[in-house]
């Protein structure tokens, strides 16, 4: 039954291709694949997996790059994943998405934030979001134990957005003192925004559905199940005719009747069609090799040893890091954060190098104090 399904959409596919061009469907299947990775991130999100969610957005970044990924839909939903990785590294100051290496994750949020506004019905919401980023940006820093941190993080918001006199005084005051476990700060939480930013991801999924391709696997998936399920009756079904068949050969032996066995009407022997020639095991012909032959290839032998023998195996000097691997060290620790080395090389070309040699590059440079 699966195999007439696929057949079928082939069939409907191949009859289609003249009517629609291969563009036009290149570019829906890509908007269900990106769909169904908006999705994915959003459940990562919620249930708090960070590298799901990390290996995730790799991918999701890389189908929002195609041309046919522009519009007011796509464009929004790739805005939430940008705001959802950042409020997700919330607590990681060592990761940075912004140039300027003062703006924290949560600071960067509250900036993708403000363009998400048109997707926000709830003005309170919108409200109360930035303000949940403005609070936890401070509270992050003073449990880090970094209140210069904190302090710039609130003048930041101050010069930037339109910051609650009365709330600007509190905050700076909760600074000074360095009160980390604040009611204030307690009250709005980190674990408060993520379900704030819950609320809204629902909201967004009712109103823009995004799970075409994941219905399609689901019932994929239950299909299969029903046909395990089927496969187990049968055998069930099997193992009682093959009661039934032996009851019948004893039957037979003792009625014996002249029965005609069938012309096989295809060959047993297996030939290796798809194998090509090289696969092939090659023809060697069996001669007398003369003693003049014989002492011919055996010196071309010895000459031959004696000649790698005389060469000596030279060592691969090792190359010098460059300015713009260093750059690129840089953005891979920005974009992935810090120790996940093997992603890092798959972003980028070191010329070779390994994680560990990443690993102590960015040793050296903490030393040099040209990364934080």
Known sequence: METEIHNNCATDASDGDESVSFSQVTAVVTGWTLDFMFVSLCRSFKEGKLEEFNETLSAFEAISRSASMKGQPYEEKIMICAFLARVIHGKHLDVQFEEDTHVMPLMSAAKVWSNLEDTVADDSLFKNMTILLLVQSVAVCLE?????????????????????????IRLSKIVTQTETYHPFLMSFSFSRLLETV????????????????????????????????????????????????????????????????????????????????????????????????LAQMTSKKSVDTTNNNKTPKRRKQPQKWTQKMDLLLKEGVRRHGKGRWCHILKDYDFEGRTGTMLKDRWRVLMRAHLVS
């Open 144 to 168: 880090k134990g970094q209140r210069p941190s904190a302090s710039s993080a609130l003048k930041w918001f101050e010069k930037n957005y339109k910051v609650p006199q009365t709330l600007g």
């Open 198 to 293: 819950q609320s809204y991801l629902d909201t967004f999924l009712e109103e823009n559905p995004s799970d075409y391709l994941l219905k399609a696997a689901t019932k994929m998936v239950q299909s299969s199940e029903n046909k395990e399920d089927l496969e187990d009756v049968v055998t069930q079904d099997s193992s009682l005719s093959q009661t039934t068949n032996k009851s019948e050969d004893r039957k037979k032996k003792e009625n014996p009747v002249c029965l005609r066995t069938k012309r096989k009407l295809m060959s047993t022997k297996i030939i290796d069609v798809w194998k090509p020639d090289t696969c092939k095991k090659p023809f060697v012909s069996v001669r007398r090799i003369s003693e003049k032959e």
